[in-house]
């Protein structure tokens, strides 16, 4: 992943450089905190999902305001769901938008509920095909003739952002139903679903 190249009106380069370790310090420590957090209770929905907000609430803060404290203020508050922010009036997005910590979990979530191996064989590449797509996409919503604010390529995002947090959400309560039926039949005395890898009793979807 390339670093972000960011543009702040009327400072200069090496300033800019320095106004990026604070903001990267933060996306660090919330990305390990997060994942420390999801690994410790076993929880990847509500993570991610939680992480969507921060994502989306930076972006509209991007949009709503010219101001450059704001916009700056936004990155601190975008890296809290994701890395390599996107600023109002201080960023170029001249970079493929950085997914953590919820492309860390999204990815986790995915590879913890496949099995057998054959069939995470075929998962993990497909999911990671679809999150390439992003390189194509913040490509045409963010032309370099919209800078330096960016507003339809930031509010796109944030409406990305929040739909991506509903089909998460979706997932999570699919599994959540599955579980539950598993649990039921085992309840119920069954040994065998018939079925095998992830959708046999003998595994549970991580949530």
């Not at 009036?89 to 913890?112: C, E, F, K, M, R």
């Amino acid at each position: 992943m390339r670093s972000p190249k960011l543009i702040i009106l009327r400072f200069a380069s090496l300033k800019v450089n320095y106004m990026t370790i604070p903001v990267y310090a933060l996306g660090t420590i919330t990305l390990v905190t997060v994942v420390w957090l999801s690994d410790k209770y076993k929880r990847r929905g509500v993570f991610i999902i939680g992480c969507c907000i921060p994502v989306a609430v930076g972006y509209l803060v991007c949009v709503g305001t010219s101001n450059r404290g704001a916009g700056y203020a936004g990155m601190f508050i975008l890296v809290l769901g994701k890395l390599n922010p996107v600023s109002s009036d201080i960023a170029y997005p001249n970079i493929i938008l950085g997914l953590y910590p919820i492309s860390t979990l999204a990815v986790t979530w995915i590879a913890t509920n496949l099995s057998p191996d054959s069939k995470r064989a075929i998962g993990m590449p497909l999911a990671y095909s679809i999150a390439n797509i992003s390189a194509v996409v913040s490509s045409q919503l963010y032309p370099s003739q919209q800078g330096p604010r960016y507003i339809q390529g930031n509010a796109v995002s944030a409406g990305l952002t929040v739909v991506a947090a509903f089909l998460y959400g979706s997932c999570w309560l699919l599994l959540y139903r599955r579980n539950a039926k598993k649990a039921k039949m085992i309840t119920d005395g069954a040994t065998t679903n018939g079925l095998e890898g992830d959708q046999s009793l003998d595994s549970m979807y991580i949530l």
